[in-house]
């Protein structure tokens, strides 16, 4: 569809409410289809109807205090002003209202305090992310009702983390209001009147220690690749009474950090598939079925549209941006709000590998039968071995999968990926020393002979004699994978197949699913297909494993039945030659 302009902006009609009411009155909008919004803000927004009706009942200890819910807003408007750009007054939009009076306005009926313990705000760039953090900020070191307030402003590095923090000092410096009640300083904010401060932290901070967190605001998780820094704010808040922690964020490409785990969780709690009274989630995006070429749909990711950016402005930029990927790429990620993964090549996008996040219990895989694979690998670096089984009767896989990296390669914390939190999962083994024993592999694969039917294991040859050796003299049939084009090509395109018809279970493993987002296709000449990876510290050990695998069971899922339909076909049918 080709780009149109059009005057995109929201304003309030005459019968609007009284600004202490709007964020009651942005949700029924939304609600009611009035105000463009994506199925997330949509599913945001009727909880907080549905919650306003379960006020008062025994099971829902929340009320909605609208007064306190505005007294933030209120503080911004009347004191915060953008230090950049030509702003006199600063006036929140009814999306803002809905946040802010949210997060502050929700609070327990008996003690006053806060319901939302953390928040995550979801939208795409230039929709006020900055100022909001800033006027936050100050509010909660001056205004919030703690004594001794520490507020922390966190980035994935102290330089992005000090960009936000001048902003910060520049909106007290430029406000004679503010600047008459707050200190400012090269590395902090302090306003003496209740001994509270305003501070940059980062993951590359020297100490983290001795935090004692009231207000914490996280800006673009989107880069960070483990919980450290997120930890640290987490363990420090116990000695407050309403601690707030908020991520502020745009989409990215890191698909294996802690946004996409806050993204599916608020997926999860937005549509009623799990129960959490403590988190808030706004998320603008767009949805799966909206063109990214279709201007009409881009508010959902950027409700300021019309106040802090235009959309005109948007149409240029993305006319010029579509041609060159990289910078398309950049474009629908970080202007629209949706995940893309790194690099052009990438073999699959990032909503085909969610449409594959279904589960299956363990149990109901027992007696079934299987077939290994297994990749090993080279001194300090990832082995893989995994199960895949066919389901009868459907054209289904699921996948049992699990990972070795020696304790050298953790030390190096070059990559920042998250060993612990694999490991604590039970998704990876942290092996002492420099390398992994293949006697790791071969004594995982016997195990899991206890409690599967394990058919035969397909293998790369190179560099796996001995443990080869080891398989077949306890009873298991090897089957050598030559990793080649005409070998892997037709696995490669059956695998694809199964994965854009949501057909394989992984059972919502995350380290199979970062391998699997790091793969990469190169073609020889004559279009036969391998799998790479994308980048230098990327690795696809477990999706090498799986694809060992596949190249066996792509030949047993399925077979025609005379009549036409699918019918399951087992490996003791195959090894009787289809008696």
């Given at each position: 569809?080709?780009?149109?302009?059009?005057?995109?902006?929201?304003?309030?009609?005459?019968?609007?409410?009284?600004?202490?009411?709007?964020?009651?009155?942005?949700?029924?909008?939304?609600?009611?289809?009035?105000?463009?919004?994506?199925?997330?803000?949509?599913?945001?927004?009727?909880?907080?109807?549905?919650?306003?009706?379960?006020?008062?009942?025994?099971?829902?200890?929340w009320v909605?205090?609208?007064?306190?819910?505005?007294?933030?807003?209120?503080?911004?408007?009347?004191?915060?002003?953008?230090?950049?750009?030509?702003?006199?007054?600063?006036?929140?939009?009814?999306?803002?209202?809905?946040?802010?009076?949210?997060?502050?306005?929700?609070?327990?009926?008996?003690?006053?305090?806060?319901?939302?313990?953390?928040?995550?705000?979801?939208?795409?760039?230039?929709?006020?992310?900055?100022?909001?953090?800033?006027?936050?900020?100050?509010?909660?070191?001056?205004?919030?009702?703690e004594?001794?307030?520490?507020?922390?402003?966190?980035?994935?590095?102290?330089?992005?983390?000090?960009?936000?923090?001048?902003?910060?000092?520049?909106?007290?410096?430029?406000?004679?209001?503010?600047?008459?009640?707050f200190?400012?300083?090269?590395?902090?904010?302090?306003?003496?009147?209740?001994?509270?401060?305003?501070?940059?932290?980062?993951?590359?901070?020297?100490?983290?220690?001795?935090?004692?967190?009231?207000?914490?605001?996280?800006?673009?998780?989107?880069?960070?690749?483990d919980?450290?820094?997120?930890?640290?704010?987490?363990?420090?808040?116990?000695?407050?009474q309403?601690?707030?922690?908020?991520?502020?964020?745009?989409?990215?490409?890191?698909?294996?950090?802690?946004?996409?785990?806050?993204?599916?969780?608020?997926?999860?709690?937005?549509?009623?598939?799990?129960?959490?009274?403590?988190?808030?989630?706004?998320?603008?995006?767009l949805?799966?079925?909206?063109?990214?070429?279709?201007?009409?749909?881009?508010?959902?990711?950027?409700?300021?549209?019309g106040?802090?950016?235009?959309?005109?402005?948007?149409?240029?930029?993305?006319?010029?941006?579509?041609?060159i990927?990289?910078?398309?790429?950049?474009?629908?990620?970080?202007?629209?709000?949706?995940?893309?993964?790194?690099?052009?090549?990438?073999?699959?996008?990032w909503?085909?590998?969610?449409?594959?996040?279904?589960?299956?219990?363990?149990?109901?895989?027992?007696?079934?039968?299987?077939?290994?694979?297994?990749?090993?690998?080279?001194?300090?670096?990832?082995?893989?071995?995994?199960?895949?089984?066919?389901?009868p009767?459907?054209?289904?896989?699921?996948?049992?999968?699990?990972?070795?990296?020696?304790?050298?390669?953790?030390?190096?914390?070059?990559?920042?990926?998250?060993?612990?939190?694999?490991?604590?999962?039970?998704?990876?083994?942290?092996?002492?020393?420099?390398?992994?024993?293949?006697?790791?592999?071969?004594?995982?694969?016997?195990?899991?002979?206890?409690?599967?039917?394990?058919?035969?294991?397909?293998?790369?040859?190179?560099?796996?004699?001995?443990?080869?050796?080891?398989?077949?003299?306890?009873?298991?049939?090897?089957?050598?994978?030559?990793?080649?084009?005409?070998?892997?090509?037709?696995?490669?395109?059956?695998?694809?197949?199964?994965?854009?018809?949501?057909?394989?279970?992984?059972?919502?493993?995350?380290?199979?699913?970062?391998?699997?987002?790091?793969?990469?296709?190169?073609?020889?000449?004559?279009?036969?297909?391998?799998?790479?990876?994308?980048?230098k510290?990327?690795?696809?050990?477990?999706?090498?494993?799986?694809?060992?695998?596949?190249?066996?069971?792509?030949?047993?899922?399925?077979?025609?039945?005379?009549?036409?339909?699918?019918?399951?076909?087992?490996?003791s049918?195959?090894?009787?030659?289809?008696?």
């Amino acid at each position: 569809m080709s780009s149109r302009s059009s005057k995109t902006k929201i304003t309030l009609p005459l019968t609007a409410p009284s600004p202490k009411l709007l964020t009651t009155w942005y949700a029924q909008q939304v609600v009611a289809g009035k105000i463009v919004a994506s199925q997330k803000v949509r599913q945001a927004c009727k909880r907080h109807l549905n919650d306003l009706k379960r006020q008062g009942t025994t099971e829902f200890p929340w009320v909605f205090d609208e007064e306190k819910g505005h007294r933030p807003i209120r503080f911004m408007e009347q004191f915060c002003r953008p230090s950049q750009g030509n702003y006199r007054q600063l006036v929140l939009q009814p999306w803002q209202h809905f946040i802010i009076g949210s997060l502050y306005g929700w609070v327990h009926k008996d003690t006053g305090l806060r319901r939302f313990r953390e928040g995550l705000i979801f939208v795409g760039r230039k929709n006020g992310k900055t100022t909001k953090v800033s006027g936050l900020s100050l509010y909660g070191a001056s205004k919030d009702g703690e004594r001794g307030a520490r507020v922390y402003q966190l980035a994935n590095s102290m330089k992005q983390a000090r960009l936000q923090f001048d902003e910060c000092k520049a909106m007290v410096q430029q406000s004679p209001a503010l600047a008459k009640h707050f200190r400012v300083t090269r590395d902090a904010i302090f306003f003496d009147k209740t001994l509270s401060k305003i501070e940059p932290q980062a993951s590359d901070s020297e100490r983290l220690d001795g935090l004692n967190t009231h207000l914490a605001i996280f800006d673009e998780i989107h880069e960070y690749r483990d919980y450290k820094l997120i930890n640290v704010i987490k363990n420090s808040r116990g000695a407050r009474q309403q601690p707030l922690i908020l991520y502020i964020t745009t989409a990215g490409t890191v698909l294996d950090g802690p946004l996409m785990d806050y993204y599916e969780l608020g997926a999860d709690i937005l549509s009623g598939a799990i129960t959490n009274e403590r988190l808030f989630f706004f998320m603008a995006e767009l949805d799966p079925e909206d063109d990214v070429e279709d201007p009409a749909t881009w508010i959902k990711a950027n409700p300021n549209l019309g106040v802090s950016l235009q959309l005109d402005d948007m149409i240029e930029e993305w006319e010029r941006a579509k041609l060159i990927p990289a910078e398309r790429s950049d474009f629908i990620t970080k202007r629209l709000n949706v995940f893309v993964k790194a690099g052009e090549e990438s073999w699959l996008p990032w909503e085909v590998i969610q449409r594959n996040n279904g589960e299956i219990p363990i149990e109901e895989l027992e007696g079934l039968e299987c077939v290994g694979g297994f990749d090993l690998s080279d001194t300090q670096d990832f082995t893989a071995a995994c199960l895949e089984f066919p389901i009868p009767g459907e054209r289904k896989v699921a996948v049992i999968s699990h990972s070795w990296v020696p304790q050298a390669k953790v030390a190096l914390d070059q990559e920042k990926i998250p060993f612990r939190e694999y490991e604590e999962a039970g998704l990876l083994t942290i092996v002492p020393g420099d390398y992994v024993r293949h006697e790791l592999v071969y004594e995982w694969f016997v195990k899991q002979a206890e409690r599967f039917a394990i058919t035969k294991i397909a293998y790369d040859p190179a560099k796996a004699f001995e443990l080869v050796k080891a398989l077949t003299g306890y009873g298991f049939e090897l089957k050598p994978v030559r990793q080649g084009f005409i070998t892997l090509g037709p696995a490669l395109d059956h695998l694809q197949e199964l994965f854009l018809d949501g057909a394989v279970v992984y059972n919502n493993n995350r380290l199979l699913r970062w391998y699997i987002n790091n793969v990469k296709l190169v073609e020889d000449r004559n279009r036969n297909k391998m799998p790479t990876k994308i980048g230098k510290y990327r690795r696809i050990d477990g999706f090498a494993a799986l694809l060992n695998a596949h190249t066996e069971v792509m030949h047993m899922l399925t077979t025609p039945s005379p009549g036409g339909s699918i019918e399951f076909v087992s490996i003791s049918k195959l090894l009787k030659g289809g008696e």
